[in-house]
């Protein structure tokens, strides 16, 4: 007899409709746990992948806009021997 291996929803509350978790991050700030994490930095590296920096709503505020870096003027190169 064969048995039916279809995934049942998930009944727990971090779930959100569509089957997907809801976004559950840390806040940089006060190491709260929240379910409504804000982008409050993003960290570019030379030699890898990024990361995200997230806080909560209540020190959201605490931290300045996240520049938009199409709006950023471009960078100079420096006019050494390099091209």
Do not use: K, N
């Not at 909560?56 to 505020?61: E, K, V």
Request: proline share 14%; charged share 25%.
């Amino acid at each position: 007899m064969e048995t039916d291996e279809r995934s049942e929803p998930s009944e727990r509350p971090e779930s959100v409709p569509g089957g997907t978790r809801a976004p559950v991050r840390m806040c940089v700030r006060c190491c709260a746990i929240t379910d409504t994490p804000v982008v409050v930095s993003e960290v570019h590296q030379g030699t890898g992948p990024g990361f995200t920096v997230y806080a909560c709503r209540d020190c959201a505020p605490h931290f300045p806009r996240v520049p938009d870096v199409l709006s950023l003027p471009p960078t100079s190169r420096p006019s050494g021997g390099e091209r």
